[in-house]
């Protein structure tokens, strides 16, 4: 699970922001109602399902996407050499270039609460730590300030979970994490959040890797089908099977500077559906379904995994393709879970509703007068009670959040007319 997460210095996010997923102190009848939409870890009530709502460049998409740079960070960055760049923009005016970013996360795994956070610059590894409470106190597993000294001694500092700590801070360049080296090199506690960021926070849905679909399926079918139902799909059956398609691949000498092109049998996955109407007749899933049924499919694979393993999911634009009753029935899986959760963008309206969502799952993401992206919840808006229409109250631009047109017919006509 994930309980809070903190940056700032990406992209369009100047300061600070955080997206905070422990459940505020809501008492009303309709927080009650909503209980579901809770979990307990400890004393601790989090939440399942997290909205993110803001007019468009207001920083959404720079948000999710910030999250999801830094995780692949930790699971990708013992590969880098030595002339790598990282893959990101620091917030560009105000001489914020030439500053670092940062990015903490709290989260849980396997019922140990742990803190792990890094900043960086375009280039290098700046600061690195990870600390965690193994019996709820908070202690050091490592940190790490690169400006602390010259040797590794001066810059890293160690508890007692990391077996021979310092052999692992030897292999570990300003281009790598150190966590990352730690799992590489068989650390326990290192394989450990390696295997949080890589298998349990979900970064997007599952894409068409063959072997991926296929183990996945197997997995899942009846509960698939059942859920495609659920949403209102005629699919009543899935078939999958497995084809060796002849490809062309291309190959470069570097050396001489020469292209080579070789045939190579790369393994497709066909899939094939059957409808309600004609239980016969077979769908070829890849050109005859429509993209919102391709889409749902590819969902609800995914979802169905997460649900059932209690991982954590991270969505931009999660209507995309999808009707407004297909999303609700996505939230209401979530919030029907165990310990599930779901992080999503949205410009859809219809899903500010106070029955269905808590005050503090609603955040709102604003661009600021220096073009810099500002994030809050709903909950911080504490005369604003959830007996009010917060639909209403968003589209007349109660919380910001929203464009502001200049959209009078006079101005249109003279738009038009020039």
Known sequence: MVLEIRLSNFYSIKDEISLDLRAGNINTQKSKALK????NFGKTKVLKTVALYGANASGKSNIIRAIRFCNA??????????????????????GYPQKPSTYFIRFVSNNVEYEYSFSLTRTEIMTESLYYYPKGRRAKIFTRDE??????????????VIKRP???????????????????????????????FNNTFILGYVGFNARTVEILFKENKEPLLQALKMADSDIIDIKMKKELHKVKNYKTDFISNQMSVEDVEKEFLRITAYHKFSPKTPFDFNTEESDGTKMLFFMMLTILDIIKNNKILIIDEIESSLHTSIIEYIIGVFNASRQAQLIYSTHNTKLLNLNKLRKDQIFFVNKKDDASTDLYSLYDYSDFRDTMDVEKAYLQGRFDAIPFLNDSIENIKELINE
């Open 166 to 196: 310092m052999d692992v801070a030897e292999n570990t360049s300003r281009k790598t994490l150190y966590i990352s080296r730690a799992s590489q090199m068989d650390r326990t506690v290192g394989k450990e959040i390696f295997n949080y």
């Open 73 to 94: 960070m930790v699971f990708t960055s013992h590969m880098h050499n030595e002339n790598a760049v990282f893959n990101f923009q620091p917030f560009k005016f105000k």
């Open 36 to 39: 579901n939409n809770l979990f």
């Open 147 to 160: 400006q602390r000294g010259k040797t590794k001694k001066e810059i890293y500092s160690f508890g007692t």
